[in-house]
């Protein structure tokens, strides 16, 4: 029976490995990386490799498939989890795949879109529902059941103490109080949920 990759990849060792694992924090089923990370909206783990700062995960890929060429491919999360670096957890492809996986786990964003995109825009334009909004979007970190009890709870306790209760930040709360996101969940608290 062939050896799971990741105890392989425990089993490396030199300097490098300690200093990349020293940053690992595993769980159950991935591997977060706790070291520093680059990416506004979606954070990416980044290791100094000796010469220069690399994305984590590739780093883990290559040093886990050493005969597996990578230049000009992409690392894809199989778990959707960018801060990954589990190796049963990523795979090779090419950006079209990658843009693929992210459309066929919904977890698409077409405000991103650049002028160039604007065949993303047009099927926007034809189904506006086709954009993730909510808890349907990737980043999301509040359910809409969350969103209507903050609202509930508005005047009861400050923004910043709500925001710990639900684990975000006091400015997300007075954007969700104020109905400039999670205006979807307006409907709930429309129905007094």
């Known amino acids: 029976m062939a050896e799971k990759l990741s105890s392989r990849v425990e089993r490396l060792e030199g ?4 200093r990349f694992f020293a940053k690992v924090v595993k769980g159950v089923s991935c591997w977060n990386w706790a070291g520093a990370t680059r990416g506004s909206k979606q954070k990416r783990g ?3 490799n ?6 984590a995960a590739r780093w883990i890929f290559a040093k886990a498939n050493p005969h597996q060429p990578i230049d000009g491919l992409c690392i894809r999360h199989k778990c959707d ?6 190796p049963e957890h990523l795979e090779i492809g090419t950006q079209a795949d990658n843009v ?5 786990r919904n977890r698409g964003n077409l405000e991103g879109i650049r002028a160039g995109a604007a065949k993303g825009r047009e099927a926007l334009q034809r189904n506006p529902s086709a954009r993730p909004s ?3 979007h990737g980043l999301s970190k509040l359910t809409e059941e969350q969103v209507a009890e903050i609202r509930r709870l508005n005047g009861t306790a400050s ?3 709500l925001g710990e209760m639900f684990g975000v930040h006091s400015t997300a709360i007075g954007r ?8 979807g969940a307006a409907a709930l608290k429309a129905r007094g949920l």
């Open 159 to 161: 923004h910043k103490a």
């Open 50 to 55: 000796g010469k220069k700062n690399v994305d």
């Open 134 to 136: 909510g808890e349907r």
């Open 176 to 183: 969700i109080l104020r109905n400039q996101v999670w205006k």
């Open 46 to 48: 980044c290791f100094w």
């Open 100 to 104: 693929a996986d992210m459309w066929a």
């Open 15 to 18: 300097p490098d490995v300690e």
């Open 81 to 86: 989890n960018p801060l990954c670096v589990n």
